[in-house]
């Protein structure tokens, strides 16, 4: 079972920035769709980017233009850079691959202020 770890969260001002991590223990890593998802208070869990094995990625439309997410696959990392953030983006954000998801991390606070 590969393990999921992420980090950078924080608080921060509405407009700020903020670049999550996302380690994981195993090089399978290296050919996963990976995902960052995002579950906010009383709210189910939502998609929020991927990126494939060959680095192409995707947005929700929420976040488009705003967060890059990107990949390191020789340190087994997962990044999301998030730039502009919003009120509306805090909530506790976590990384899996997009089918048959590992167990998941303890995920990591954003909590931007308005």
């Known amino acids: 079972q590969v393990q999921l770890v992420e980090s950078g969260g924080g608080l921060v001002q509405s407009g700020g920035s903020l670049r999550l991590s996302c380690a994981a223990s195993?090089?399978?890593?290296?050919?996963?769709?990976m995902v960052w998802y995002r579950q906010a208070p009383g709210k189910q869990r939502e998609l929020v980017a991927t990126i494939t094995m060959g680095g192409t990625t995707n947005y929700a439309d929420s976040v488009k233009g705003r967060f890059t997410i990107s990949r390191d696959n020789a340190k087994k990392t997962l990044y999301l850079q998030m730039n502009s953030l919003k009120p509306e983006d805090t909530a506790v954000y976590y990384c899996n691959r997009d089918r048959r998801q590992w167990s998941w991390g303890q995920g990591t606070q954003v909590t931007v202020s308005s």
């Open positions: 195993s090089s399978i890593f290296s050919i996963e769709t």
